[in-house]
């Protein structure tokens, strides 16, 4: 694996934004500090969510995007992006959702993080770039970037780098359970091997689980904003 840069850390509190007639709270806004920052159990320090039943959370706490894919969404959108551009808390080089498996730990500055689950993107990814369809290009190109869940709090330095500790056993990459959740539905021979995963965040895995049973979760919501 090559060396895992970050690149920028990017914080922000949650900012009113107008959509459909309404204001909606979103922590999507995200600045690069400069100076190490305190990573707890839910959050960094100066960090937060607007809605903190979809997001944020101990399974939730630290959002990671590849830079490998800004190149790809400069072109889709016409226009130059700036690091944070997808409201996640660390932009990354050396690994994409291809090569990071749900479990995986690493070495953060003092902290120890692990991969808990893909991000899913909600209206709001559309409604900052003037896309509907953002949401769904998104998870159609897997290009989602993904959570950590934070094992040991610390202190963590923009200069820092992910440094791999262990590697989960089924070895099961971010990039098979997009698939598993947004394309390949009916693999449930796939979906039976990622629930033997326990490190799997609870929401993907109650998701899962009513999938195996012939439900199939609504997410409607998520990618339109409609109630």
Known sequence: METIKVLSLNVGKPKETDFRKKSVL????????????????????????????????????????PFAHYSYW??????????????????????????????DSFQLGEAIVQVSQPRQ????????????????????TGYTGFYFRVLQEGMVSPEDKLVPLTRQAQAITVAEANRLMHHDKQDLVGVRRLLE???????WRKTFEKRMVGQEVDSSERISGKE
Do not use: W
């Open 197 to 203: 995963v326990e490190e799997l965040s609870p929401s």
């Open 26 to 65: 979103t922590g999507f806004f995200k600045e690069p500090v400069h100076e190490a920052v305190f990573l707890s159990s839910v959050n960094f320090i100066g960090d937060g969510q607007g809605d903190l039943v979809h997001h944020g959370g101990v399974h939730k706490a630290v959002c990671v995007y």
């Open 121 to 140: 993107p909600c209206f709001k990814l559309g409604l900052v770039y003037e896309r509907k369809d953002m949401p769904l290009l998104v998870q159609d």
């Open 74 to 103: 400069e072109r889709a959108l016409d226009r130059p992006l700036s690091y944070g551009a997808f409201g996640e808390n660390l932009t990354i080089s050396g690994i994409t959702e291809q090569d990071v498996c749900i479990g």
